[in-house]
């Protein structure tokens, strides 16, 4: 039942009026139905998918980055890892550099391969003799050589030597030098 004041408000607007005021209601709740039930959750979609694409380019740049970096590991893993060969590659790239700079070998041990991480370490143990000068030449060509080569240990002594009239002087040129040298190649590369 209509309460007589409301009654009598409604009877006293025209009926075309009503009939647009009706209409105004329906649209403004049509509208207000769409925008939450169809627009709000599409715009949620639509953000959510462009959240969706960024992260997809970032993970692709990401991988175009890593890819990049792994051929260039590639490139210079070569540069600096010992192909095949193991102990005896080592000891031969050893022996090139000595006789360049003026080192004479006295011997050479072979050690234990070493596994480190992915490579396999190569180790040799050498006794040397040189002039001072051409120790520290020896082991800057060492240390600039490719394949990478590490010089694990040393210990270097003075030789003494006789001089003509029989008393011993220190020689400060000449000295006996035992190095630990190593090279690495890539696991299962070796003989």
């Not at 006295?106 to 234990?112: A, L």
Request: hydrophobic share 40%.
């Amino acid at each position: 039942m209509k309460t007589p004041k409301i009654s009598g408000l409604i009877e006293r607007i025209p009926r075309a009026q009503r009939l647009w005021f009706l209409t105004a209601i329906l649209l403004f709740l049509t509208a207000f139905i769409g925008f939450s039930a169809i627009y709000t959750p599409w715009q949620q979609n639509h953000q959510r998918l462009e959240r969706d694409c960024t992260d997809e380019e970032e993970r692709a740049n990401l991988l175009q980055t890593i890819t990049r970096q792994g051929k260039k590991l590639k490139q210079q893993e070569k540069t600096f890892l010992m192909g095949t060969g193991g102990t005896s590659a080592l000891t031969g790239q050893v022996s090139h550099i000595a006789s360049a700079t003026g080192i004479h070998i006295e011997s050479v041990i072979p050690q234990n391969e070493v596994p480190f991480g992915p490579y396999t370490k190569f180790q040799i143990q050498i006794l040397a003799t040189s002039s001072f000068q051409e120790l520290v030449g020896f082991l800057q060509a060492i240390e600039k050589d490719q394949p990478i080569l590490q010089i694990d240990q040393v210990s270097i002594e003075n030789l003494l030597r006789e001089s003509q009239e029989g008393a011993e002087a220190a020689s400060a040129d000449r000295q006996k030098a035992k190095l630990l040298i190593s090279g690495f190649a890539k696991r299962g590369t070796s003989p």
